[in-house]
């Protein structure tokens, strides 16, 4: 999903390598927040502070794996679907038919898969609420 620092799953057609801007100091703040919510992108960014206002909303762009192990407590991963479902479950178009998550999310198969998806990684992570977002902000996906 992430190609030498810069998104090749549902970008917004900007090339900003967003893991490039970021260095220890983000896996410090993410060490040190109370309640992180984690993002990995622009999108994911303006929404989370919207929908958790009171939490310290951390820019982790592709780096999930070092910011989820670096968090304590409780978590919530926040963002669009295409980088967050390929972490957590790195074939899931396969047998969809599908070739991309943003095709993928339009299809009546999409909740059913994600809802199931999201419920394996609550029992693999289970601090880690997911909280999945499509590009105005509405929720289209959350952990159990």
Aim: glycine residues 12%.
């Amino acid at each position: 999903g992430v190609d030498g620092g810069i998104s090749v799953l549902g970008t917004t057609g900007l090339v900003e390598p967003w893991d490039d801007h970021l260095t220890e100091s983000a896996m410090v703040r993410v060490a040190a927040a109370d309640r992180p919510v984690l993002t990995t992108g622009r999108v994911g960014l303006r929404f989370s502070r919207l929908l958790f206002p009171d939490r310290d909303v951390i820019l982790i762009g592709g780096k999930l794996k070092d910011a989820l192990d670096a968090a304590r407590g409780d978590v919530t991963l926040c963002g669009l679907p295409a980088l967050i479902l390929r972490h957590i479950s790195p074939d899931i178009l396969e047998g969809t038919g599908y070739a991309t998550i943003e095709e993928f999310q339009a299809s009546p198969q999409f909740p059913a898969i994600v809802a199931a998806t999201l419920r394996g990684y609550r029992r693999v992570r289970p601090r880690v609420r997911v909280v999945l977002i499509n590009r105005e902000g509405r929720i289209v996906g959350e952990s159990p």
